[in-house]
């Protein structure tokens, strides 16, 4: 039934990402800075987000196959649910002083995995549960029930470490797995499946071809990979530097880094809201153009030799809106033009496309922001960004292509 936005399907898949999303912020928070004490180099991190980075690559067709092929409510459950186990047993390893940085690795390229099966199955269904007019607002709500989640949980995190510590984080997030699992358990997803659900060498190969010859034939989908790889590319180390950039460049703990990191998601909110509750059909055109370019000149400004963490919060308040703006608008106009039983695989190989060039930025700039300042780093990231955005205000024709998501 998707006679409407807020029908049971949807409330349950949006509330349970959202207690989720609540818990796996702080543990976010709680993992990065663990690495950051403990080892105190950036290539550390850089070796934590490579090797996510690396999994979501390589898994990213075969887990777009299988969830145009099996139940995507199970799917999603068994996601939710295995995670929620592995962040219990990193919250047992730190409390009783055993986790190590191999493990916290390890737990990082297997809750990878499951969020590599999770996010096409998610993506694909959202179509099946709600009305195709209601896309944007559903894809608007259920990222700002995300980002409202990672705004609490970053700020709050950051402030837990010193008060509860890493190991009440973890116990948390994992606890937050397992009660979204629960709710995703009640929710019915229609089956788009009509080739039935045999699994074999023939199955997989003919379904990738698929998946890659139907993106071919789109040239939407060629722009879309295109504005998707420059992104990954020069964004992805901000993410991972951004720890080592609050206690070098600004001489601050992990509560600052806290509040940055909320700044990036209340700058994604406001994208959220703007979209969800106003009719700005023209403006979104002028913002998905400029996006690029205005998150390329934040990131360079990120190099500017002070120490005002309100500032670079400013800076990333705004990298957060303009990005924020683009994922969900993109997001909605696939959804609209790729048949359904085609989403898990064309979402599927996107993120392994997209996603491709992530370890290679990752890797390379870790290992210059231990050679070089971090704000020095940011600002050879935010130049092509720039250029890249330059680039993508040209595309006149992409006009016709965002009104098929009004």
């Known amino acids: 039934m998707k006679s409407k936005l807020f029908n049971k399907n949807f409330v349950l898949l949006w509330l349970g990402q959202a207690v989720s999303q609540i818990g796996d912020g702080a543990g976010y928070v709680a993992l990065i800075w663990w690495v950051q004490s403990a080892t105190g180099s950036a290539v550390a991190l850089g070796v934590l987000a490579m090797s996510k980075s690396s999994v979501r690559v390589l898994l990213g067709p075969f887990t777009g196959v299988i969830a145009d092929r099996l139940n995507r409510k199970w799917l999603i459950f068994w996601a939710d649910l295995l995670r929620g186990f592995i962040y219990l047993a990193l919250a047992y390893s730190a409390h009783y002083g055993y986790l190590k940085f191999y493990q916290v690795v390890i ?50 995190g950051g402030i837990l470490i010193i008060t509860i510590g890493i190991p009440a984080l973890l ?54 990979i295109k504005i998707s790889i420059s992104a990954n590319l020069f964004i992805a180390p901000l993410m991972v530097l951004l720890p080592k950039f609050v206690n070098d460049n600004l001489q601050a703990g992990s509560n600052i880094y806290g509040i940055l990191l909320s700044s990036i998601m209340a700058g994604t909110l406001l994208a959220t809201v703007l979209i969800a509750f106003f009719k700005l059909k023209d403006k979104f055109y002028t913002l998905s153009r400029v996006s690029v370019l205005i998150t390329g000149i934040a990131l360079m400004a990120l190099a500017l030799p002070v120490k005002a963490w309100y500032l670079h919060g400013f800076l990333l308040f ?76 040209k595309i006149e024709e992409l006009r016709e292509d965002i009104a098929l998501a009004q």
């Open 318 to 393: 705004m990298m957060g809106f303009f990005v924020g703006i683009v994922n969900i608008y993109l997001d909605t106009i696939l959804q609209k033009i790729i048949q359904p039983n085609m989403l898990g695989k064309v979402f599927g190989l996107m993120g392994s496309l997209t996603g491709g060039l992530q370890p290679l930025s990752q890797g390379v700039f870790s290992v210059i922001a231990d050679t070089i300042n971090v704000g020095y780093v940011f600002a050879i990231c935010g130049a092509p960004m720039i250029y890249n955005g330059i680039t993508f205000y």
């Open 107 to 156: 737990a990082g390229v297997l809750t990878t995995a499951l969020h590599s099966l999770f996010t096409p199955a998610i993506i694909s269904s959202i179509p099946s549960i709600v009305p195709k007019e209601e896309l944007s607002r559903a894809n608007s709500f259920r990222q700002m029930t995300g980002t409202i989640s990672n705004i609490l949980s970053y700020a709050v």
């Open 171 to 224: 116990f948390l997030d994992g606890i937050s797995y397992i009660i979204s699992a629960i709710s995703e358990a009640f929710i019915d997803i229609p089956s788009v499946n009509k080739q039935g659900r045999t699994f074999n060498k023939q199955v997989f190969v003919s379904d990738l071809k698929a998946g890659l010859a139907y993106i071919k034939d789109h040239s939407l989908l060629i722009k879309v």
